[in-house]
């Protein structure tokens, strides 16, 4: 089974600042990592799959890069409706299928 | 517009079982895979498995492979997921994610979820 290990914990930053997030996984998945947004109360919503394409509807503001082990999520200039939990997930050595840990992304 | 609507909440005890709908509209029903992911109360999201909706045919994580069961019903494009043996471990929201077509481990769409509690 793939581990998903998500940095840092929590991050506090203000809106209008830039926000890094990161994800090693514990052996290469490719670019099959992709990175889902949950707000409190709902359900996770897919923002980025194949390590950097966007999916339908996301701002331009969210990217993702990486390969192999190491993958970053990166939101150039955080919104106030940007403050949630970030998972990544693996597809590429599945069943099963896995999420990291999460990082909550928190106003400063 | 993709619209993926599940069951209410639910309330069971410890060794029963737990039967929730997922029923999806505004797209082609058969055309994606659908697969359940739960999430304990603060934990990161667990996939459970998947099913081929076009075949019929599930395939289950190993962890609950035992205890799982998922079913479809194309003429009301609605997905059943089964639970037996509850725990208390067991309580979680559980989802309903559809699998983006034509990659169908991409989960492009989510239910709105359903809490099952497992209490005595």
């Known amino acids: 089974e793939i581990v998903l290990t998500q940095s840092p914990a929590t991050l506090s930053l203000s809106p209008g600042e830039r926000a890094t997030l990161s994800c090693r996984a514990s052996q290469s998945v490719g670019s099959y990592l992709a990175w889902y947004q949950q707000k409190p109360g709902q359900a996770p919503r897919l923002l980025i799959y194949d390590a950097s394409n966007r999916a339908t509807g996301i701002p331009a503001r969210f990217s993702g890069s990486g390969s192999g082990t190491d993958f970053t999520l990166t939101i150039s200039s955080l919104q106030p409706e940007d403050f949630a939990v970030y998972y990544c997930q693996q597809r590429s050595n599945w069943p099963p299928i896995t999420f990291g840990q999460g990082t909550r992304l928190e106003i400063k | 517009q993709v619209h993926i609507v599940q069951s209410g909440a639910e309330v069971r005890e410890p060794g029963a079982s737990v039967k929730i709908s997922c029923k999806a509209s505004g797209y082609t029903f058969v055309s994606h895979a659908i697969h359940w992911v739960r999430q304990a109360p603060g934990q990161r999201p667990e996939w459970m498995g998947w099913i081929n909706v076009g075949t019929g045919t599930p395939k289950y994580s190993q962890r609950f492979q035992d205890r799982v069961t998922f079913t479809r019903d194309t003429s009301a494009s609605t997905i059943y997921m089964e639970m037996s043996s509850l725990r208390y471990e067991d309580t979680a929201t559980y989802y309903c994610?559809?699998?983006?077509?034509?990659?169908?481990?991409?989960?492009?769409?989510w239910g709105q979820g359903s809490l099952v509690t497992v209490s005595s």
């Open positions: 994610v559809r699998g983006q077509r034509g990659n169908y481990d991409i989960f492009d769409s």
